[in-house]
Nanobody, 122 residues
Framework: QVQLVESGGGFVQAGGSLKLSCAVS????????MGWYRQAPGKQRELVAV???????NYAGSAKGRFAISRDNTKNTVYLQMNSLKSEDTAVYFC????????????????WGQGTQVTVSS
């Protein structure tokens, strides 16, 4: 069974930094894209950043220049380094694994983590 476990959320003052981690467990053969999304109260879930298996990245405009996504394919783990945090970054951050192939060669389009709260005080 594939599971995504996020960690690293918390409370930080504006201008501070946090690093999120998401480990994908299970009998994984490969993962195409790994990414981070966020959902603020009363708003839709939105993309923050995504990274392909080859290391290509894509960021939301609000994250460019402040956030950095990376992954360790040997650990099936994705990270999000968040710097210069603003109050508008406050949200629940969700990890996503897209295009997952298991050792048994089953394929699932999307897995989601449970989310981790990030709160930035101004």
């Amino acid at each position: 069974q594939v599971q995504l476990v996020e960690s690293g959320g918390g409370f930080v003052q504006a201008g501070g930094s946090l690093k999120l981690s998401c480990a994908v467990s299970g009998s994984i053969f490969s993962i195409n894209n790994m990414g981070w999304y966020r959902q603020a109260p009363g708003k839709q879930r939105e993309l923050v950043a995504v990274i392909s298996s080859g290391g290509g990245t894509n960021y939301a405009g609000s994250a460019k220049g402040r956030f950095a996504i990376s992954r360790d394919n040997t650990k099936n783990t994705v990270y999000l380094q968040m710097n210069s945090l603003k109050s508008e970054d406050t949200a629940v951050y969700f990890c996503n694994a897209a295009g997952v192939t298991t050792v048994a060669r089953t394929y699932v389009n999307n897995y989601w983590g449970q989310g981790t709260q990030v709160t930035v005080s101004s």
